[in-house]
T-cell receptor
Framework: QQPVQSPQAVILREGEDAVINCSSS?????VHWYRQKHGEAPVFLMI?????EQKGHEKISASFNEKKQQSSLYLTASQLSYSGTYFC??????????FGAGTILRVKS | NAGVTQTPKFQVLKTGQSMTLQCAQD?????MSWYRQDPGMGLRLIHY???????DQGEVPNGYNVSRSTTEDFPLRLLSAAPSQTSVYFC??????????????FGEGSRLTVL
């Protein structure tokens, strides 16, 4: 079952902040975040592992609440280059990594 | 360093035809997977593999077959194409065998249209 992302879409002005949420009904051992530009492949942003380990880009921050199976991606001081579709992927026990439907982010000047 | 290579990039099929989407990676990754992307649906997992000789079904496996005879290659076969299989297909790989514990490296995608 796909994780649920919210909001479905958000429009920001440059410099504004945004939070994208991801929620699953399954027990998770990891959460991934990827960004996809139109016509391109998804690009890795961050992975959060059960137990607190995080790997990813320095300018991206995220949280993972293991008990609630929820994660949030924090985008601060947004730039035009942040525009795209953001996907969360959840690592489920039983060897599956499934993605949400995505959140469309548009940053305007 | 080629990374994950998918071929073909574009393909048009008629209903009932079969074809194979190729995926190859040169990073010696254990984990490989196939996703399809449709508008508003995100990325949906079709099949995945945690190593040569080992494959398993994802969320939407019907109508697709896979095999993993080598670490490098993970082809996706459409047995009898249907218009519902019109989509963009992405192959992705990851270093650790345990899916979800490492960064996914995606191929550029293959756009398939079934008439």
């Amino acid at each position: 079952q796909q994780p649920v992302q919210s909001p479905q879409a958000v429009i920001l002005r440059e410099g504004e902040d945004a939070v994208i949420n991801c929620s699953s009904s399954k027990a998770l051992y990891s959460v991934h975040w990827y960004r996809q530009k139109h016509g391109e492949a998804p690009v890795f942003l961050m992975i959060l592992l059960k137990g607190g380990e995080q790997k990813g880009h320095e300018k991206i921050s995220a949280s993972f609440n293991e008990k609630k199976q929820q994660s949030s991606l924090y985008l601060t001081a947004s730039q035009l280059s942040y525009s795209g579709t953001y996907f969360c992927g959840t690592g489920e026990y039983g060897n599956k990594l499934v993605f949400g439907a995505g959140t469309i982010l548009r940053v305007k000047s | 360093n080629a990374g994950v290579t998918q071929t073909p990039k574009f393909q048009v099929l008629k209903t009932g035809q079969s074809m194979t989407l190729q995926c190859a990676q040169d990073m010696n990754h254990e984990y490989m997977s196939w996703y399809r992307q449709d508008p508003g649906m995100g990325l949906r997992l079709i099949h995945y593999s945690v190593g040569a000789g080992i494959t398993d079904q994802g969320e939407v496996p019907n109508g697709y077959n896979v095999s993993r005879s080598t670490t490098e290659d993970f082809p996706l076969r459409l047995l009898s194409a249907a218009p519902s299989q019109t989509s963009v297909y992405f192959c992705a790989s990851s270093p650790p065998a345990a899916p979800g514990t490492g960064e996914l490296f995606f191929g550029e995608g293959s756009r398939l249209t079934v008439l």
